[in-house]
C-alpha cells in the first residue's frame, strides 16, 4: 500500500505533457507532427543500425547491486563538470537542423536548458546564429564541424570565441558523411529539394507546416546554416552548400593542437571510441572527450560507447570522460556513471520535446529523467552520484562457452 501512495520529490513541471511518462513517449508526439521526411532525418540511423543498436543494448548487459536501509533523505542529483555546478548528470546533445523540426529549435532547447541549470551542446549545422543561443544560455557549448584548413579554423574559433563560449567541443567521427539511406528512402536531402512527394508529405501535416516552417518563414525567413563558418551561410535550399561540408577528411590531430593554442577555454574532443585516440586527445590538450557513436548516424557496427568506456575509464582514472549514445532511462544515467562516465548526453528525445511542446516540453523531459535518476538513486543507497561505483553493477548474464554447434568443451 505505501508504494500507492508514493509521490515524487518534485511536482510535475507541466500539467500539459502530464499523459508523457517517459522520453520515449515524446517520440511518438513528434512522429505524428512531423512531416515524415523530417521524422526519418532525425531518427534515422546507417546503413543496418547496429551501431545505434549496440549503443542502445549496452545497458542491457549490466544489473544493479542495491544497498538497503541508509538514510537517502539528502539524494542530490546534481555533478560539478569542469568548475560548473549543474542540477543534473546529463545533458543535450548538440543536433543539427534543429529548427527544421522545431520552431527556434535550439532556442527552445537553451531555454529550457538555462531554466533546468543542465548541460547542454549547440551543433553548427544549426540554423540558428551561435550568438543568439549564447545569450539565451550562457553556459552553453558549442560544437564545430571544421575542415582541415588553418585559413578556415581560425576565423571561425574567432567567432566562437567573440561571442563568449566557454567550452569547445570538436567533432573527431565525421571525415565524410554517413551511408544514411534511409535519407533518400523518406526524401530528404540537404539541400532540401521541394519534389512533389516532399510537397505532399508537408502538405499532410498541416501543424508543423504551418507551425514550425510557415512561423519561421514569416519571422526569420529562410533559414540559413548559420555557423558552419565565420560568415554565414546559405540558405537550406541552396545548391552551394558543398564548401561549407567539404575538407572534414583533412582535420586531423595537428588541427586539434593548433586550435589548442588558439581557444582559451575548455576544450572537448568527441566522436572518439579508443583508448589510443583518448590518449593522444588528452596529450594534444583536450581538458576532456565524449565516448559517442553519433547516435549510430556514421559508421555501422561501431563499438557502443559504454562498452568503450569499460575499457577506458580504468587506463585513464582521473581524465574527464562523457558519453551518450542509447541513454532513454534513469537507469542508463546511472549505469554509464557507475562505469565511470563524469556526465552523459542525450540527444533526439530533446528534439522530439521541443518539437511538439518547445521548452515547456524539453523541461518535461528533463523533469521525467531526472526524476527516475533521483527514484534509482534512493533504490540503491545513494545520495550522492560520487558514490556510485562498479561496485553497484554486476553482469545481467552469464555468457556460455561454446563451440560452434552448440557442443561445449567435455
Not at 523540426?101 to 551561435?130: R, V, W
Not at 514550425?212 to 525567413?221: D, E, H, K, P, V
Not at 565516448?291 to 585513464?316: F, M, N, T
Not at 521525467?368 to 553493477?393: F, Q, Y
Request: charged share 20%; proline share 6%.
Amino acid at each position: 500500500m505505501s508504494n500507492l501512495l508514493a509521490q515524487p520529490r518534485t511536482a510535475p513541471s507541466s500539467r500539459r505533457w502530464r499523459h508523457v511518462l517517459s522520453l520515449d513517449d515524446f517520440e511518438a508526439e513528434a512522429r505524428a507532427y512531423l512531416p515524415w521526411m523530417i521524422y526519418g532525418f532525425i531518427s534515422g540511423v546507417v546503413e543496418r543500425g547496429a551501431a545505434a543498436r549496440f549503443a542502445a543494448e549496452a545497458y542491457e548487459g549490466y544489473a544493479f547491486v542495491p544497498r538497503v536501509l541508509r538514510d537517502v533523505s539528502a539524494r542530490d542529483t546534481g555533478i560539478t563538470l569542469f568548475g560548473q555546478r549543474y542540477s543534473v548528470p546529463f545533458g543535450i546533445a548538440p543536433m543539427g537542423g534543429s529548427a527544421i523540426a522545431a520552431y527556434c529549435g535550439d532556442l527552445a532547447l537553451a531555454e529550457a536548458a538555462a531554466q533546468m541549470n543542465q548541460p547542454m551542446i549547440m551543433s553548427a549545422t544549426s540554423l540558428i546564429p551561435l550568438e543568439e543561443v549564447r545569450r539565451a544560455y550562457p553556459q552553453a557549448w558549442f560544437q564545430p564541424y571544421l575542415a582541415g584548413d588553418e585559413a578556415r579554423i581560425v576565423p571561425m574559433i574567432e567567432r566562437v570565441a567573440k561571442a563568449g563560449y566557454d567550452t569547445l567541443v570538436l567533432t573527431a567521427d565525421t571525415p565524410v558523411p554517413g551511408n544514411r539511406e534511409n535519407n533518400v528512402r523518406n526524401g530528404y536531402s540537404m539541400p532540401i529539394k521541394v519534389t512533389p512527394r516532399v510537397a505532399l508529405d508537408c502538405a499532410l501535416h498541416p501543424r508543423w507546416l504551418l507551425g514550425t516552417f510557415g512561423r519561421t518563414l514569416a519571422a526569420r525567413g529562410l533559414p540559413h546554416f548559420e555557423n558552419m563558418e565565420a560568415e554565414r551561410g546559405p540558405p537550406m535550399l541552396s545548391r552551394s552548400l558543398e564548401r561549407n561540408f567539404s575538407g572534414r577528411d583533412r582535420f586531423s590531430w595537428d588541427h586539434v593542437r593548433l586550435i589548442r593554442k588558439l581557444w582559451p577555454g575548455t576544450l572537448v574532443v568527441k566522436g572518439l571510441l579508443s583508448l589510443e585516440d583518448v590518449r593522444i586527445a588528452r596529450d594534444s590538450g583536450a581538458d576532456g572527450v565524449i565516448l559517442s557513436s553519433h547516435g549510430g548516424r556514421q559508421l555501422d557496427y561501431a563499438v557502443a560507447p559504454l562498452r568503450a568506456l569499460e575499457k577506458i575509464r580504468p587506463a585513464l582514472p582521473d581524465f574527464p570522460i562523457m558519453i551518450d549514445g542509447g541513454i532513454r532511462r534513469g537507469s542508463d544515467v546511472i549505469k554509464a556513471m557507475a562505469l565511470g562516465a563524469n556526465a552523459v548526453f542525450v540527444g533526439r528525445p530533446f528534439l522530439y520535446a521541443a518539437t511538439v511542446g518547445q521548452a515547456e516540453a524539453v523541461r518535461h523531459a528533463t523533469h521525467l529523467l531526472k526524476e527516475e535518476v533521483d527514484r534509482d538513486m534512493a533504490l540503491l543507497g545513494l545520495n550522492t552520484l560520487s558514490e556510485l561505483s562498479t561496485d553497484h553493477l554486476v553482469a545481467a548474464r552469464q555468457r556460455q562457452n561454446t563451440t560452434i554447434g552448440g557442443q561445449g568443451n567435455g
